[in-house]
């Protein structure tokens, strides 16, 4: 691309850079594409307190409580002695979440305190010494797969439990140790990756830390050794970090890792940042406003319709993004009802109108108040959000685009006026669905114009 050659000689040489400066194209990365919608497991031992701890109620983010409370390590494994999910049925949350409509699953193998879903051969803080014993991440791996949903891992690296880890390295000794530990870290994921070989994705947390980005080669290396043991593997940005201590991007501005993991409980503005459409990203939102884990009372703050749920997700995919909204299961194994209506209520639209999600990609059509655009080859979809008070939606094509027939997903037709070149109103239909709903636009295209304003849009 001529952008890429112009800049080629202001490159800066690096040695743990991006590996590569356009999307991949490979079919694992086209399936973590088409995918678009995923859901987010946080599920762990702070999920027994949910948020309280000694009669005190907390705020913050649940699963992040043993730093709140400022509880010791000793004290908070003691938690694993009531580590005991008894109403936890994986074919159960597999089955949940199909309903919902995701297509693949986000499952925190070990979050920032350092507990193990599965039977972790290096530490002693894993599911196999509490009552429950069973390995939970294989026992979801296999429902979930058997359901058709791909299985993600969440991995944190920053880990509160392990006696090695160093957020600052400022003694020899602290080097000794995080040497240590990006070892103990290694075989972790080794681990992993060859006991749940059918994993699609790792997706890294708790990199942010100085220890780390001055360990850059260990980024680049932990991306190469996954990739070599998982064939098709996707690996997210936050991962990574280059030799100048730069995370996501590189100091030539290159995404590293495969996807842009930065968007988390926001997202990008759908025309400021349209710069977005170039790499591949994921999103992730939390219901409440800052809840992964568990927490018991969720009057503390403000709780997403699904509405707004459907969208984020409607909102990612017409940027082309994917969208992964997160679950945090009781201790017991029971999802909270909010949680349930919310997979419930997601799960019935995109039923209906799953079409204008699922293998979607950004349009390219400049963006009108009454909702998104998303594209699926030839078909342009309108995801009507916002009805207008004349009853007429109003679409601006690509130059030399024609509309030819406005389609309802159930086949009925909108009338289409119109307006000009380039611009039409599309006619609500004469029920209003009273819902979001979508509208196929079946177009033609004057292939010279097109293939200019493409040129244009790089
Ligand atoms: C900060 C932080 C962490 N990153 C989110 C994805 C949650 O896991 C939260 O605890």
């Not at 309280?52 to 709140?68: Q, T």
């Not at 049925?89 to 925190?108: D, F, H, P, R, S």
């Not at 400022?170 to 290694?186: G, H, P």
């Not at 990008?268 to 710069?275: I, T």
């Amino acid at each position: 691309m001529i952008l890429f050659a112009q800049s080629a000689k202001n490159r800066i040489p690096l040695k743990y850079g991006a590996i590569r400066l356009e999307k991949r194209q490979d079919e694992a990365m086209k399936r973590f594409r088409r995918n678009r919608l995923g859901a987010f497991i946080h599920w762990g031992l702070y999920s027994i307190p949910g948020g309280e701890w000694k009669g005190k109620m907390y705020m913050g983010a649940a699963e992040w409580l043993k730093e709140w409370a400022k509880v010791s390590s000793n004290e908070w494994m003691s938690l694993m002695e009531q580590w005991n999910p008894t109403d936890f049925n994986a074919m159960q949350w597999a089955k949940m979440l199909k309903e919902m409509g995701v297509k693949y699953v986000k499952i925190t193998t070990k979050h920032h305190e350092g507990f193990c879903l599965w039977p972790s051969k290096y530490t002693k803080y894993t599911v196999a010494n509490t009552p429950y014993r069973k390995d939970l991440l294989g026992a979801m791996v296999k429902a979930f797969n058997e359901e058709g949903i791909d299985v993600h891992f969440y991995f944190s690296v920053m880990d509160w439990s392990h006696p090695d880890w160093r957020s600052t390295i400022k003694t020899k000794e602290d080097s000794v140790a995080f040497v240590r530990f990006l070892k103990f870290t290694d075989n972790q994921l080794r681990e992993l990756a060859t006991s749940y070989p059918t994993v699609k994705d790792f997706w890294f947390d708790g990199t942010w830390d100085s220890s780390v980005k001055e360990n850059a080669w260990w980024t680049a290396h932990v991306e190469q050794m996954l990739k070599e043991l998982v064939p098709g593997v996707t690996v997210n940005s936050r991962l990574r970090a280059d030799e100048y201590g730069r995370r996501h991007f590189d100091s030539n501005g290159q995404l590293m890792g495969d996807y842009e993991s930065g968007y988390e409980r926001r997202l990008p503005d759908p025309v400021k940042d349209l710069k977005v459409i170039r790499w591949d990203w994921e999103a992730c939102m939390t219901l409440p406003e800052n809840q992964w884990g568990y927490h018991k009372d969720w009057s503390l703050s403000y709780v997403k319709t699904p509405l707004e749920v459907i969208e984020h997700i409607v909102h990612a995919v017409s940027m082309g993004g994917n969208m992964v909204v997160n679950f945090g299961p009781c201790a017991d194994g029971n999802f909270r009802n909010e949680e349930k209506i919310m997979m419930e209520s997601v799960g019935a639209w995109m039923k209906k109108y799953g079409k204008c999600v699922y293998g979607c990609d950004y349009a390219g059509w400049q963006k009108q108040n009454w909702g998104y655009y998303t594209k699926n080859e030839k078909d342009i979809y309108m995801v009507v959000f916002n009805v207008p008070y004349s009853g007429l939606l109003l679409v601006k094509t690509l130059k030399g685009v024609e509309i030819e027939k406005a389609i309802l997903l159930n086949g009925d037709e909108l009338k289409i006026i119109e307006l000009g070149r380039e611009a039409y109103h599309v006619k609500m239909p004469d029920d209003d669905p009273g819902e979001p709903f979508v509208i196929k636009l079946v177009v033609k295209e004057k292939k010279e114009t097109v293939d200019k304003y493409r040129d244009a849009l790089i």
